[in-house]
């Protein structure tokens, strides 16, 4: 054994054992999973999701069912070979149904058949509206079929901007499947990766929506090269993919402090891939949305517990430039402004918060984020949505 | 009327086991789990996936398949955090939380630079290390944890190995 190896397993034991456990764990986890079993929806708690504004995204983690068995009454159905959509696909699995009633389909359901890491998987997609979001926009819901992530559900946003031919949506649960929107002319995607292999995907028509829906399989952590052609096999467009990347360097200079956090002060960093970072003595967090993709993010700090109780979240973020005002707007009501104070020349943001949300209410969440111009005039509603 | 998710046992599993007496033997270790692979909320993590097995209770019937799923699950919501949020939640800072305070004193100098070299690995990367080294998984434990073949398995740890001793080096 190497001296890493030796160093790692007494570096992880030591750090593992100094992660607090709450006494109150069990009750909380009972009352956790009764509450989830609501109709129409689940509570709303566990994952937070994204706010992308310029896309108006307003994405939705549905479930994460990940068990390695079938999902769903009756017989696995047997799986199509790889990459293929193109011969009448088996019935969708019958869990899938319970989820397009939280997200009713305004199309048929789509499959698109990939092998993800050995797994044979089909991926079953749909377009729908997140009820009491449709202001949203047009979602893309997925359900895994087959592989360990069976079950694995989740949408995003489905809309393809005018003018765009192609757009990354989401992954699968094993992270292998990208998927996406593309427009009408394209008829083959292939993602070319680092070594130059070239992977062949998938692209399929949708009965009625004007666009189409791409999908292509390779390792989850690679980055990729996805090029978008017509029948005659022009270039329609490509769409380049980061790999897994690690946690970015805090720069050294061209921070904007925000506020005292803790014994640190919150501060903004622009950082490579015209991204926003915060630092906050030895916390860091990042986005991974180009600011050019979308201007309005919101971030909250964890409300660990401690021995003295949960602590409350601080929410804050960045907005478009001429946000005079941003406010979070919960379920019941409430509403917690703040006002923005400039970011830095040209970039097109501004920061706002904090903002503290009582801690009773800390996650989960379902709320409205409203940014204002300095008249007082409203600009933007997204919604952050939480589903179990 | 509630969600309805059914999942059918292979023939293999009997032997119905209460989730409370898994939960309470294995419970912290998911939390440290998660703590491990950079969850900004490890009980939430280990609450959560405990949550998930409750609801298929009836249809997990063998400890081993329980322990599996929960893992797995905690793997998948630690990494799906990652994947889909734009939304970056931190820790709680030091001066609201007193023991993460104290785990900075009490992790030694040498360990916290693995630490630290070990977080900002990819998330893959670094769950295959925690699941190998903390967790003493078999490939094949692995490679069900984290929903890949035991190839990329073996692959993850090696290029892991090699990225932690490289960022190390010159610290040394």
Request: net charge neutral.
């Amino acid at each position: 054994m190497s001296t890493l190896e030796d160093r790692l397993r007494e570096a992880l034991a030591e750090r593992a054992a100094l992660s607090p456990v709450d006494p109150g764990a069990w009750d909380k986890t009972v009352d956790r999973s009764r509450r989830r079993l609501r109709w129409p929806w689940p509570a709303r708690t566990g994952l937070l999701v994204p706010v992308a504004a310029a896309a108006a995204v307003a994405a939705v983690i549905v479930a994460a069912a990940t068990l390695a068995g079938h999902v769903g009454p009756g017989p696995k159905p047997p799986g199509p070979a790889n990459p293929s959509a193109s011969r009448p696909a088996p019935p969708p699995p019958g869990a899938i149904y319970q989820l397009a009633r939280q997200i009713p389909p305004v199309t048929p359901f789509v499959p698109v058949s990939l092998v993800a890491d050995g797994h044979q998987v089909r991926d079953f997609l749909w377009f729908g509206y997140v009820p009491g979001h449709a202001a949203a926009g047009i979602a893309l819901c997925q359900f895994n079929d087959g592989g360990v992530y069976n079950g694995y559900s989740a949408c995003t946003s489905g809309r393809l901007p005018a003018g765009a031919p192609a757009r990354s949506a989401e992954t699968d649960g094993s992270g292998w499947i990208r998927l996406g929107v593309t427009a009408r002319q394209v008829t083959s995607v292939t993602a070319v990766l680092p070594g130059g292999q070239a992977v062949h995907g998938v692209v399929e028509p949708v009965r009625g929506i004007s666009y189409k829906v791409w999908a292509v399989s390779y390792p989850a952590d690679s980055a990729a090269t996805v090029l978008f052609r017509d029948a005659a096999g022009h270039e329609v467009t490509r769409l380049d993919m980061p790999g897994d990347q690690p946690a970015p360097s805090r720069p050294s200079h061209g921070g904007i402090a925000l506020f005292r956090y803790g014994n640190d002060m919150m501060t903004a960093y622009r950082i490579n891939g015209d991204r926003i970072g915060f630092w906050a003595g030895g916390d860091s967090m990042w986005s991974d949305v180009p600011v050019s993709e979308s201007a309005l993010d919101v971030i909250a700090t964890g409300s660990t517990r401690s021995s003295t109780g949960s602590t409350p979240d601080d929410w804050f973020g960045y907005a478009p430039s001429g946000t005079a005002r941003v406010a979070l707007r919960l379920a019941d009501g409430r509403q917690f402004a703040s006002r923005t104070i400039p970011g830095w020349p040209g970039s097109g943001v501004v920061f706002w918060g904090p903002l503290t949300l009582p801690a009773q209410i800390a996650m989960p969440y379902d709320m409205i984020v409203i940014t204002y111009n300095a008249a007082g005039h409203l600009l933007q509603e997204v919604p952050v949505i939480f589903l179990g | 009327m509630g969600m309805t998710e059914v999942w059918r046992p292979s023939a293999s599993e009997t032997g119905a086991v209460p989730v409370s007496d898994l939960f309470q033997v294995r419970y912290p270790e998911l939390v440290r789990l998660a703590d491990l692979l950079g969850a900004d909320d490890p009980e939430d993590i280990a609450q959560e996936a405990f949550a998930r097995l409750i609801r298929r209770q009836r249809a997990l019937r063998d400890q081993d398949a329980a322990l599996a799923y929960v893992r797995l699950t905690v793997c998948n919501l630690v990494r799906n955090r990652r994947r889909h949020l734009r939304v970056v939640r931190l820790r709680t800072p030091a001066g609201h939380d007193e023991a993460s305070s104290e785990q900075v004193v009490m992790v030694r100098e040498d360990h916290r630079e693995l630490l630290a070299a070990l977080a900002a690995l990819p998330p893959r990367r670094r769950e295959a290390i925690v699941l190998r080294y903390w967790l003493d998984l078999s490939e094949r434990e692995m490679a069900a944890t984290m929903g890949v073949s035991a190839g990329t398995v073996k692959s993850l740890v090696s290029r892991g190995l090699d990225a932690l001793g490289q960022a190390l080096e010159g610290k040394v």
